[in-house]
């Protein structure tokens, strides 16, 4: 429907993005009440209970992905609202004396008289992880409402910002909860599931649903098929429900140990999908990198946000709508991470920490290209054809960071992070780094309990959903992700642990449900992660767009960097000595978007004159 759109008393009115899948059943029960509508759409049906129910009933019963803002007319408040788990984006802030919400940063700053100014706790935050976490965004004064909140806005409030606080629980008026990933995750480890056929005949059942009512729209809809365990479970369920092929979409990498084409296709065949493949070379990157800080509004940098995009691009081509596989690895335990972190501490964290420096140090001194050869001579006398092995290097180098940890917590942190608190930023901004607190703080029991909660919270909002919704948006592709509906969240947390990792098997039940569709030979192999050959291509194809990005530090044009660290890690990263591939991206990123918002800026300037 139209927007805004006013309620049928006159007085509620609404903005709203996103979908509300459950919302025909909420209409049918508004019905029965004696309720009626103008119109066929979600926004309407919202409106109409909270009008009926109230904001919080209204949220409660709604199954979804959205960012909304409601007046209420008759008590003069604002609330703004996201949705549980940060599937759509809602900026806020003040732009000298009139508040400002929109989906978007740049429709913010645009009504601001002036360019904000940068926010360091942010700059830090995404140069050590990549990303910039609710509540803050990269401008000063401009936030994002964190997920599974509404912020509630007297218009007093409004005027004043008297009482007003972004972070949650802070503040008179700062965002409140109406559904806690925390909460879902002590409640469902306090009732956990003690027969695995029971939970997964919950899983599959509520997985159906899910994937039933994400299917259902008035356009073409189809699904990303990376050959992963998530994003063919996706697709094999939406192919049983669905009465013809459904469309399914991959990105290959040919040449490279990064490519999964080919298992997606033997899947698509096997499941009888409409299949497409892309295969991606470094011209279609080097294409879409100059495009990246419009695209993403702030720094970004997880470096599949170009596989991302492209294969976004490919699939607006023939359908309007997308499936996505996100959310299995956070919710089922699935990166290599959790388990390895845990092996890793628990074997050599009885040695002091002076002896693991000492190790540290001696597996850090050859370059990364030296364990590659190692390994390659390694499988080359053993009679093996494996892959070159180009990554033992990086393993190597990470393996041995870690060993030099204090804790557990901060060997995790190490293992998200790029570059290192108050590393690069100056002055340095107060510390960043918030996965220690999260974990301990979740009062969870064991490691990689504590892991999913902070992956789900932190990394699953600020990189995964932020990287998938703004590079199919940018196409205005639409994307749904099943996995992460709200009652399979609070189903995931009722699986123990050992259901979830089953004998050193991830997403064990994942893999149960999918067994059902696919072979076992296309299923079980390594995982390999939706990646890019990024370290590879700075070296190579992108070393020119690279290295006029880093010659923005030279023109005293950004001071809060310390170009000396950037410029060292460029030089071994070059040469083969290590491997900074995530640490230069977060850099490369931070100074394309830079460089883009300063060109933007002298362009609306030259207008203005």
């Known amino acids: 429907g139209r927007q805004p759109m006013q309620s049928g008393s006159g007085r509620y009115c609404i903005v709203f993005n996103g979908e509300i899948y459950n919302f025909r059943e909420i209409a049918a029960d508004l019905k029965k009440l004696g309720c009626g509508f103008r119109g066929h759409s979600d926004t309407e049906v919202l409106l109409s209970a909270i009008e009926t129910w109230g904001l919080n009933e209204a949220l409660r019963r709604s199954v979804g992905m959205f960012a909304f803002a409601l007046w209420d007319s008759r008590e003069d408040v604002l609330y703004l609202c996201r949705d549980r788990m940060g599937e759509k984006p809602l900026y806020y802030g003040w732009t000298g004396k009139a508040f400002c919400f929109a989906s978007e940063l740049k429709a913010i700053v645009a009504c601001a008289s002036h360019s904000p100014d940068i926010e360091t706790v942010a700059l830090e935050h995404f140069l050590h992880y990549g990303y910039i976490s609710a509540p803050v965004s990269i401008y000063r004064g401009i936030y994002k409402l964190p997920p599974g909140t509404c912020l509630i806005l007297p218009l007093r409030v409004l005027e004043s910002q008297e009482g007003f606080s972004p972070a949650p629980g802070q503040g008179r008026y700062s965002p409140v909860s109406y559904w806690s990933a925390l909460e879902s995750a002590q409640e469902g480890t306090r009732t956990p599931f003690m027969d695995s056929q029971e939970a997964l005949v919950a899983l599959e059942r509520r997985l159906h649903e899910a994937v039933e009512q994400q299917l259902c729209a008035d356009v073409k809809v189809g699904t990303f098929l990376s050959g992963g365990i998530d994003s063919t479970l996706v697709s094999a369920v939406a192919q049983h429900i669905s009465d013809k092929p459904v469309r399914t979409y991959t990105i290959g990498f040919p040449g490279t140990e990064y490519d999964e084409s080919g298992y997606a296709l033997e899947i698509a065949r096997h499941l009888g999908t409409d299949h497409l493949t892309m295969d991606v070379t470094y011209r279609d990157a080097l294409d879409v990198v100059p495009a990246l800080p419009e695209i993403y509004d702030e720094p970004f940098a997880d470096s599949s946000q170009i596989p991302t995009f492209l294969v976004s691009r490919m699939a607006k081509q023939h359908v309007t709508v997308c499936l996505s596989g996100d959310g299995g690895d956070e919710l089922f335990g699935g990166y290599n991470r959790y388990t390895r972190s845990d092996e890793i501490w628990n074997k050599y964290s009885g040695l002091p920490q002076v002896l693991r420096?000492?190790?540290?140090?001696?597996?850090?001194?050859?370059?990364?290209?030296?364990?590659?050869i190692v390994y390659r001579i390694y499988t080359l006398l053993r009679g093996n054809r494996g892959p070159a092995g180009s990554l033992i290097g990086l393993k190597v180098q990470k393996l041995a960071n870690m060993l030099a940890k204090k804790d557990i917590y901060e060997a995790y942190d190490y293992l998200l992070s790029s570059w290192g608190p108050h590393e690069l930023v100056r002055p340095a901004a107060e510390s960043c780094s918030d996965v220690k607190l999260s974990m301990q703080g979740s009062g969870l029991t064991g490691f990689i309990n504590q892991a999913m909660y902070h992956d789900q919270v932190s990394y699953l909002p600020g990189d995964n959903l932020t990287k998938v919704d703004r590079a199919s948006m940018a196409v205005s592709l639409e994307t749904r992700l099943p996995l992460l509906d709200h009652g399979i969240v609070e189903l995931s947390w009722r699986f123990p642990l050992e259901m979830k990792i089953n004998n050193g098997i991830t997403k064990w039940p994942l893999r149960q449900i999918l067994y059902k569709y696919?072979?076992?030979?296309?299923?079980?192999?390594?995982?390999?992660?939706?990646?890019?050959?990024?370290?590879?291509?700075?070296?190579?194809?992108?070393?020119?767009?690279?290295e006029d990005m880093l010659s923005l530090l030279d023109g005293n044009r950004d001071h809060l960097l310390c170009k000396q660290s950037v410029r060292q890690a460029w030089k071994e990263h070059v040469n083969g000595n290590r491997d900074h591939s995530h640490r230069l991206w977060a850099v490369l990123m931070y100074l394309s978007w830079l460089d883009f918002q300063q060109r933007k800026s002298f362009y609306n300037q030259s207008l203005d004159h």
Not at 532 to 546: M, Q, S, Y
């Open 357 to 372: 420096k000492l190790v540290s140090m001696a597996l850090l001194a050859p370059p990364t290209a030296f364990w590659d």
């Open 518 to 546: 696919v072979p076992r030979q296309l299923i079980d192999r390594p995982k390999m992660g939706f990646s890019v050959p990024i370290a590879t291509w700075l070296r190579e194809d992108l070393r020119e767009w690279a």
